[in-house]
């Protein structure tokens, strides 16, 4: 892991994070169907129901990860991201490890996900299981997709 990282909630007004998140959502577009893109843009993000977590070495980003509130006890992870220069060095474990915990103080009991199902997805189903996380049923809004995998896992 690198040293001095910071995860904080993050306001979503910072230049760096905007790119990130555009990377992601380009990423997301050009590897599936519009109909099998569930990555929130900025707007969605900036909704009450989502809390925003960056991860920061200085001035520098390396992560992000986001919240969403379903209500009823159950939350949902959006937008998990690492930059290139930060993959496999424990940045997303730590963005979960913490997200994780903001669902904990908030009482959610359920904390589900959806992830491409694509072999360019196969380090973040990884990461997810080794997190406790298995696979379940659609949930929410959710229809059966072919390019989608869903978790979930109790709090």
Known sequence: MIGDLTIEV??????????LLA?????????S???SVHALDLDQLRHPSVTMVT???G????????LKDLGDGHGELK??????AARNQGIGA??????IGIAAERGMGRLSLETGAEDQFAAARRLYQRHGFTECAPFGDYQPD????????AV
Do not use: K
């Open 10 to 19: 993050d306001d979503l007004t910072r230049p760096a994070v905007h790119a």
């Open 23 to 31: 990377e992601h959502l380009t990423d997301m577009r050009a590897g």
């Open 33 to 35: 169907p519009p109909e």
């Open 55 to 57: 991860a920061w070495v």
């Open 59 to 66: 001035t520098l980003l390396l992560g992000c990860g986001a």
């Open 79 to 84: 937008s998990m991201r690492t930059t290139v």
């Open 94 to 99: 730590a963005l979960l490890d913490a997200l």
């Open 146 to 153: 072919p390019l989608s995998v869903f978790m979930t896992r």
